[in-house]
């Protein structure tokens, strides 16, 4: 390797902290470990970082590239001893997230791969098939009475009987942007057209008559609904992929939770209340 461990010497940064390590020892009385002062990049290390450089650029590093990863690797390890011979890793909120991710990430790497029978995941399936089920489909009519207010609220009074007795809607209620009539739409769909509110509203809403007031983001609506496509419990060939991840979410959760437990019983815990 043609880089020299004495160009690292020369960067501010290093100095400062070897600086302070000094400082920190004769302070505290404890002597560094010289264990921790020997940094041996082996051939494994350096095949597993032209292995990541191959895996993101798809082709190998070049010699000068090489050098780059391994100078690069040498100076973090630098940093990282130091900056833990410093005490800068004690009572550090991002430090401790961080290290609590990767216990986590360690704790739940089985759940992480793990594949489940085709038994489990219809079991799963079974007791929750609204989960994987598609929203209902609507056709329905509506009349746009204006913005929610008590004369709106009035003219719905008046108009659903005329409505009720087979007057077009068109010759009624005010204009808008919204088709009058829709045809085969999902309940999303119905949100992004009218707002959630009035989606759930349609639930609600008996079949072949008109019916209103119902809220919308934009007002106020008197609504006929015609026909609603009740959705069909799904088959697991259907729908696997996402009974899959919720699957492997809750084994996961699982394999969080038991791991903490465990790590937890080694602790004596104290909570002080504050006087």
């Not at 880089?3 to 400062?16: D, G, I, Q, Y």
């Not at 038994?119 to 009519?141: K, S, V």
């Not at 106020?220 to 992929?241: D, F, G, I, S, T």
């Not at 899959?244 to 699982?254: F, G, L, P, S």
């Amino acid at each position: 390797m043609r880089w020299k461990a004495t160009a690292l010497l020369r960067e501010p940064l290093v100095h400062f902290l070897l600086a302070g390590a000094l400082v920190f020892v004769a302070l505290s009385g404890r002597p560094a470990d010289p264990g921790e002062r020997r940094i041996v990049v082996s051939e494994t290390l350096v095949a597993r970082l032209a292995t990541r450089w191959t895996e993101t650029y798809r082709r190998p590093p070049s010699p000068d590239e090489l050098d780059g990863l391994i100078r690069d690797y040498v100076k973090s390890e630098v940093y990282y001893r130091e900056a833990l011979r410093l005490g800068l890793d004690r009572d550090d909120e991002v430090v401790k997230r961080r290290m609590r991710s990767k216990l986590e990430a360690v704790g739940t790497a089985d759940a992480e791969v793990a594949k489940p029978s085709d038994a489990e995941l219809q079991a799963l399936l079974n007791r929750d098939p609204a989960r994987y089920t598609t929203d209902p489909r609507y056709d329905f009519q509506h009349l746009y009475l204006g913005a929610d207010s008590a004369e709106a609220r009035g003219s719905a009074a008046q108009l659903l009987p005329r409505l009720r007795s087979g007057v077009p809607p068109a010759q009624l209620g005010q204009p808008v942007a919204l088709p009058q009539s829709l045809r085969d739409n999902s309940a999303a769909d119905v949100a992004v057209l009218f707002g959630d509110e009035f989606a759930v509203a349609l639930r609600g809403v008996p079949v072949g008559q008109w019916t209103g007031p119902v809220a919308s983001g934009v007002g106020l609506h008197l609504v006929k609904v015609e026909r609603v496509v009740a959705p069909v419990a799904p088959k697991l060939a259907a729908v696997r992929q996402r009974v899959e991840n919720y699957w492997r979410a809750a084994k996961i959760r699982e394999a969080d939770d038991r791991g903490y437990r465990q790590l937890l019983g080694g602790y004596d815990v104290v909570i002080e209340q504050p006087k």
